[in-house]
């Protein structure tokens, strides 16, 4: 099969919106990071944004339909790193997540994985396109995506593993499950919730998901990150109060605030206009993927765009939803915001996909 | 992979766009969630994100000095520097503790225990490791900046106090304000860990003392490690506070009690200063200053003669036979007493009963007493025949005009009352009915009859004016910022300034009969200052009934009666006046000589600063044809005076304080002249000398260690 790609079919659009994004992240590190010991994790995450560019421009060209072949294997070897994570991973603020490779490079195996499930499962429902879903698909899909999550918890990483379910759900739901068969295994998994709560989860991941209902019941313990989370955006008001000026991030008072709380931080040095002018990004984002995953050329590329959608709007909600204090405290980070390299580099990879399947539209 | 069936097949745009709502949905409550945040929570998220990074360090205002009427310093403060380390800055805390400990002079293992201790806390918190370290463990500190990053030092002011204990009672300590006083509206202001007055002259006048604390806003990151200063409040210092004391006279005072139980007060009768205030046992304030060991209060609170008891103002006990000189007062103003005469055989029968007089104790008896000889023999059947001729009613209505039984409203916190007993009294207290024979007990001051050492004093001083009652107080009014003047007055309540109209007559008689009290004649000739018209009255209060004390036998004989003496000088319209209290003490007239050191004392301090020693001599007259002429003044203490005697006129007189005699008492320019016919009923007998001035203090068997078994009863 022949294929003309041409960067003329680039979503340039799409790279604008993340380019701004990109921009944003890298201002906020910066402010962020000003007075502590992390001064220079705004470079480090510019050198991270490259590379992601440089892997999504790759990515782009590579047609996504080999993915989709090697989807088995890779999905295996995945299985086979996460046991790996677990028996001689390194441990860091005490998980088990990480793995050190030659040349001091740490990889993070669950952020590739979320990657790899989202082609796994969009080959998987592709293939049973046409039919209605039986019990047995839907099993196959659940066991597949919970069988890592199942590792990944065990790290113990909970953040990151709640963000495959929404791979699967949004699989489930374009895959055509039935409105009686969703209700039911609603029912079953509301029904699973009880006994996982007392047998699955630590007591300090419980404290975590119960205490943004009350943070000032524990303002010293877990309270804490919320509390200080909410002043911090509370305190930002209307038009913020400035970059590199905000009491709560300069102060030390608001939490890892170039990671998972740097919305928090950017709340407060820009507002409630400089947040809305984020979250219209993250929309203006999903929109244009949404419409890609509408003019994609095949079904699976449908999927797969889609997983990315459903993985970063999941990320988005369950991100600001924790520092705005309506979620608990999960440690997922910001889809473009957060630093960190394995975050980055999942985001541009899923990118690069996406631009290799609108690039691909006009194709056959 | 091409020959997929389904490639080609399209999922439902439907479906799509329900995803494209759901996004939107999501992004509509995140959005509303910051809208709640940061439209309708801004002001309040401001707040306490400035509450979280504002930090108020306070700036402590200096207390205000203390000093006595001359101006001299009796409190201080001095800069005193805390040692601290903060284990966050420690590069190897662990191989600096040996450095560290020699340098700071403490033991290792003692500063290893400090740490240990607040180990738990977070790292950046500082630890207190010495309070109030000395100037060369400073330079050690300063000196090792570089190698012990660690260790830091914050100064402050804290309180000196006179040593040994040194007028402690009327000064006070300061202390930590407790969770008691944050709940009394007087100390609305206070914050937990304020330094506030605790006792004494600081406890009542801290608000003049205190000051205003300043403070320093710094901004504070969530370490609490500052990052910059946004402003100063500067504090205010404490005004300094003049007191009325006399730092001789309260120096006489101190050496003249010396370790005995009880109290001294010197008063000015002219005007209500404290020119001395003395109670023992003592304690040391500089150990409240800095935190005082644990076991150090424990000893100071359960120890039966009540160390931090100001008895001064606070001991209640039955005042003896000092109380003779207010019912001799009663009786002579209500005409009863001038030509009273009672036949004393050492003792009489009184309601049935016989009563002793304490001269029975010596198998002698005074005989036909009348008022004058009544007091200055302090005979009891004469007392027993005036009271019961004057009533129980009489005699505590005069008692309550001369504030028996009232606090005094002197400026010192927590003053006794005392209790004058009466019909009323008793009806209302305990719901019984008064005994006629009651009134003899209470006749010679005691009964229910209790007074502080204060209360009985202004008492005997304003008898000794002619009737002229003054508050004592502490402070000079006029020191008293104005808008403070009300809230002193409500502070303080009590009998305050009054005058009771005294027959001059009257007056006389009591304050000759009193001069005659330290004569050989009376019951305090061993007290007799030479050269110093010096009158009294001793006062020896059983503690217990003589019937218990014979049951109690030899340990009964331990039990002494606790010996008052209240003296002026001179006689009337007294400069000073002096009560002293000795629980214990057993005879009045130990008392007496205890306070005839306090009146010398200022009467020598008065001659001295106003040049004027010499003027006695040629005032005192002989006293009788074969007394040497012209005693001289007690050489040790007035070289200059005998220098000088013989060339110095007698007049002008400037000092009213002089030894006189009875007959001749009109050089004393504030006393009326002295009608013959009074000065010539008690002629002295012939013959006799007077002593100088000069006498052994202690008597082997009262010695500081006697154990007081007084019913002291401590005011609440």
């Not at chain 2, 479906?15 to 910051?34: C, E, P, R």
């Not at chain 2, 006070?172 to 509206?185: A, I, Q, T």
């Not at chain 2, 020598?604 to 009788?624: D, S």
């Not at chain 2, 008690?682 to 000398?689: A, D, V």
Request: net charge neutral; with cysteine.
């Amino acid at each position: 099969m022949r294929r003309f790609l041409s960067f003329r079919d680039f979503d340039w659009t799409l790279l604008a919106f993340v380019l701004a994004l990109s921009v944003i992240s890298v201002l906020e590190i910066y402010s962020a990071t000003l007075h502590t010991k992390f001064v220079h994790f705004d470079e480090k995450q510019v050198l991270w944004l490259v590379g992601g560019f440089a892997s999504m421009f790759v990515l782009s060209l590579i047609d996504y339909h080999i993915l989709l072949d090697i989807a088995v294997w890779a999905y295996g070897i995945c299985l086979v790193s996460l046991v790996a994570v677990l028996a001689v991973g390194t441990k860091v603020m005490g998980g088990r997540r990480w793995i050190r490779l030659p040349g001091g490079i740490h990889f993070q195996p669950s952020e590739w994985v979320k990657l790899v499930l989202i082609i796994v499962l969009a080959r998987f429902f592709t293939n049973l396109s046409g039919r209605d879903l039986t019990w047995k698909d839907i099993f196959k899909a659940i066991f597949m995506v919970v069988v890592p999550m199942l590792l990944v918890m065990k790290q113990p990483d909970l953040g990151t593993a709640l963000t495959y379910a929404p791979v699967l759900l949004c699989g489930l739901f374009l895959g055509g499950i039935s409105f009686r068969q969703a209700s039911i295994l609603f029912l079953a998994a509301a029904l699973a919730i009880v006994p996982a709560w007392y047998k699955v989860l630590k007591p300090y991941q419980k404290q975590r998901l119960t205490s943004f209902m009350q943070p000032d019941a524990d303002p010293r313990g877990n309270g804490y990150q919320i509390r200080q989370s909410l002043i911090a955006v509370g305190s930002g008001g209307i038009w913020g109060q400035g970059a590199t000026h905000g009491t709560q991030t300069q102060g030390d008072f608001l939490p890892i605030p170039y990671t998972d709380f740097i919305f928090a931080a950017f709340c407060e040095e820009h507002g409630l206009v400089g947040a809305i002018f984020v979250l219209l990004l993250y929309f203006l984002l999903l929109m244009r993927l949404v419409q890609n995953a509408q003019t994609a050329a095949d079904l699976p590329g449908t999927f797969i765009i889609m997983g990315v959608v459903a993985v970063l709007i999941f990320q988005i909600a369950v991100n600001v939803g924790m520092v705005i204090g309506i979620m608990p405290v999960t440690g997922i980070p910001l889809p473009l915001m957060s630093y960190g390299g394995s975050s980055v580099l999942f985001t541009f990879l899923a990118l690069g996909i996406v631009m290799n399947i609108r690039m691909s539209r006009f194709v056959n | 992979m091409a020959g997929a069936p389904n490639r080609d097949e399209k999922i439902p745009t439907l479906k799509l766009t329900v995803m494209q709502y759901v996004i939107a949905l999501v992004l509509v409550v995140l959005v509303s969630g910051l809208w709640r945040l940061q439209v309708l929570g801004a002001q309040n998220y401001r707040a306490l994100a400035e509450a979280n990074r504002i930090r108020k360090v306070p700036i402590l205002a200096p207390r205000g000095k203390i000093f006595d009427r001359d101006g001299r310093l009796l409190v201080d403060n001095y800069p005193s520097v805390t040692c601290f380390l903060v284990p966050e800055q420690a590069r190897d805390l662990d191989t600096d503790i040996p450095l560290i400990a020699q340098g700071l002079h403490m033991d290792e293992t003692q500063l290893r225990a400090v740490l240990r201790r607040f180990q738990h806390q977070p790292k950046y918190q500082p630890i207190p490791l010495q309070q109030d370290i000395t100037p060369d463990e400073q330079a050690f500190i300063a000196a090792h900046r570089n190698e012990l990053p660690e260790l830091e030092t914050i100064e402050e002011q804290r309180r000196l106090y006179p040593s040994n204990g040194f007028a402690a009672h009327l000064i006070g300590y300061v202390g930590e304000v407790s969770e008691e006083m944050l709940d009394d509206p007087r100390y609305a202001f206070y914050q937990p860990g304020d330094v506030v007055g605790r006792s004494g002259v600081e406890e009542s006048y801290d608000p003049v003392l205190r000051g205003q604390d300043g403070s320093r806003d710094v901004i504070v990151d969530s370490h609490g490690r500052e990052l910059g200063a946004l402003g100063i409040e500067p504090s205010v210092p404490g005004k300094s506070l003049k007191l009325t004391i006399d730092l001789d006279v309260q120096e006489a005072a101190e050496k003249a009690l010396g370790p005995r139980n009880g109290a001294i007060v010197a008063i000015d009768p002219h005007t209500g200063d404290v020119l001395a205030m003395v109670s023992r046992p003592t304690f040391d304030p500089n150990e409240f200053a800095i935190r005082i060991h644990r076991n150090d209060w424990n000893k100071l609170i359960t120890d039966p003669e009540h160390p931090l008891l100001n008895k001064a103002i606070q001991a209640q006990l039955a005042p003896g036979s000092t109380f003779k000189i207010i019912e001799a007062i009663a009786g002579l103003q209500e005409g009863i007493a001038e030509n009273l005469k009672a036949d004393c055989h050492g003792g009489g029968v009184f309601y049935g009963h016989y009563y002793k007089c304490w001269i029975s104790a010596r198998h002698q008896s005074h005989g036909i007493t009348d008022i004058s000889k009544g007091i200055f023999q302090s005979c009891d059947v004469f007392f027993y025949t005036l009271g019961e001729k004057l009533g129980i009613d009489k005699i505590a209505e005069w008692a309550h005009k001369f504030g028996i039984g009232q606090k005094t409203g002197i400026d010192l916190p927590n003053e006794a009352a005392g209790t004058m007993p009466s019909p009323e009294w008793k009806m209302r207290n305990y719901h019984q009915k008064w005994y006629a024979g009651e009134v003899i007990s209470v006749a010679i001051g005691q009964g229910a009859v209790t007074v502080t050492p204060i209360q009985l004093i202004r008492a005997i001083a304003g008898i000794a004016s002619g009737g002229v009652l003054k508050r004592p107080h502490v402070v000079f009014p006029n020191e008293i910022p104005p808008d403070l003047q009300q809230y002193y007055k409500d502070q303080f309540p009590g009998s305050g300034d009054q005058t009771v109209p005294i027959d001059p007559a009257n007056w006389q008689i009591v304050t000759d009969a009193m001069a005659q009290v330290t004569t050989f004649a009376g019951t305090a000739g061993m007290a007799h200052l030479d050269g110093i018209d010096f009158a009294g009255k001793t006062g020896s209060a059983q503690t217990v009934s003589n019937e218990y004390k014979k049951n109690l036998g030899a340990a009964g004989s331990k039990l002494l009666d606790t010996a008052w003496f209240v003296g002026v000088s001179p006689r009337r319209n007294p400069d000073i006046a002096v009560v002293v209290l000795w629980q214990n003490g057993g005879e009045g007239y130990f008392s007496a000589r205890l306070a005839a050191q306090v009146i010398e004392a200022y009467v020598n301090k008065q001659r001295r600063t106003a040049n004027n020693l010499h003027i006695v001599v040629n005032a005192v007259p002989p006293l009788t044809g074969t007394s040497p002429a012209a005693p001289a003044p007690a050489p040790k203490s007035k070289p200059t005076a005998a220098l000088h005697s013989p060339k110095i006129p007698a007049q002008p007189m400037e000092m009213a304080a002089l030894w006189t005699a009875p007959a001749n008492a009109t050089h004393n320019l504030r006393a009326r002249k002295i009608p013959a016919s009074i000065a010539a009923k008690f002629p002295l007998p012939p013959g006799t000398t007077l002593q100088a001035g000069s006498f052994p203090l202690t008597s082997p068997a009262h010695t500081a260690s006697d154990e007081s078994h007084s019913e002291l009863r401590v005011a609440k």
